[in-house]
């Protein structure tokens, strides 16, 4: 893969995007994805599918030094 190609597909890749609260149901697309980062809390990854949105906490396994 020459290098006009890697750059062609990072800019096409979606970005996820990383929030401090809890998107609303109402501001996002279909499909899409959000990362939201409250104080304090776990890291939650948000999708709204077919008007529907769920979400999945992540729970840290280890810390790095």
């Known amino acids: ?5 890697r750059k062609f597909r990072n800019v ?3 970005k996820l995007a990383i929030t401090n609260k809890p998107p609303s149901i109402f ?5 899409e994805q959000v990362i939201a ?7 939650k990854l948000y ?8 979400f999945n906490e992540f ?4 810390k790095g030094s």
């Open 1 to 5: 893969m020459d290098s006009i190609e």
């Open 12 to 14: 096409s890749q979606n």
């Open 27 to 31: 501001q996002m697309n279909d499909g």
């Open 37 to 43: 980062k409250e104080v304090g809390k776990n890291p």
């Open 47 to 54: 999708i709204k599918l077919n008007n529907t949105l769920y």
């Open 59 to 62: 729970i840290e396994v280890s």
